[in-house]
């Protein structure tokens, strides 16, 4: 069974900096489509960002500029570093493949922004 896990949510303040990380098996992270995604209170889950194969990146318009997604393959680890975190970036933070798929959604980690 496949298991992506996330890490790295935490609260902090407006303007604050986080860094999330995802654990994937090697043939998931490595030859896949892959995303962050999150999911606020009484909200849809939206991807935010996402990396081809190649390494090219795309950002959500909402975090563009502020978001930066790496991967380190040796590690089999995603990143997502967030920085000029905003309340509205409050949600839980998942990493999947892009587009999803409904067996590798892990427990997500909580990241809450205060004002």
């Known amino acids: 069974q496949v298991q992506l896990v996330e890490s790295g949510g935490g609260l902090v303040q407006a303007g604050g900096s986080l860094r999330l990380s995802c654990t994937a098996p090697?043939?998931?992270?490595?030859?896949?489509?892959m995303g962050w995604y999150r999911q606020a209170p009484g909200k849809q889950r939206e991807l935010v960002a996402a990396?081809?194969?190649?390494?090219?990146?795309t950002y959500s318009d909402s975090v563009k500029g502020r978001f930066t997604l790496s991967r380190d393959n040796a590690k089999n680890l995603m990143y997502l570093q967030m920085n000029s975190l905003k309340p509205e970036d409050t949600a839980v933070y998942y990493c999947?493949?892009?587009?999803?798929?409904?067996?590798?959604w892990g427990q997500g980690t909580q990241v809450s922004v205060s004002s």
């Open positions: 990396v081809t194969p190649g390494g090219s990146t």
């Open positions: 090697t043939i998931v992270l490595r030859f896949n489509f």
């Open positions: 999947n493949t892009n587009p999803p798929l409904g067996a590798y």
